[in-house]
């Protein structure tokens, strides 16, 4: 079965820098559209960050929070997010999301990474 592979969570100090990364643990024919999403305590996922890509090119998108801040960016077949800056209140659970599609005129099939940890200290 296809999972989204994340890595590069952690502890991370307030004001400093982190960078996730996503990629399919099999290739793809297309990634339309990755994304990561995030989860704190209590509270509901939210978007962080989106990249989808046509053919017209890449178009990303981001959480009014996290703008000038995170930067979301794809290579192939890989997924990123770099986050500076850093706070308390980016800590959490974040998602890799992905709509793929597996080979021509097939539809697109949306998965979700099982989640890194991001702490951040004071």
């Known amino acids: 079965q296809v999972q989204l592979v994340e890595s590069g969570g952690g502890l991370v100090q307030a004001g400093g820098s982190l960078r996730l990364a996503c990629v399919p643990s099999r290739g793809t024919f297309r990634i339309a559209t990755m994304a990561w999403y995030r989860q704190a305590p209590g509270k509901e996922r939210e978007l962080v960050a989106r990249?989808?890509?046509?053919?017209?090119?890449?178009t990303t998108n981001y959480a009014e929070s996290v703008k000038g801040r995170f930067t979301i960016s794809r290579d192939n077949q890989t997924l990123y997010l770099q986050m500076n800056s850093l706070t308390a209140e980016d800590a959490g659970v974040y998602f890799c999301n992905a709509d793929l599609q597996w080979r021509k005129y097939a539809p697109l099939l949306n998965y979700w990474g099982q989640g890194t940890q991001v702490t951040v200290s004071s």
């Open positions: 990249i989808t890509t046509g053919v017209t090119g890449a």
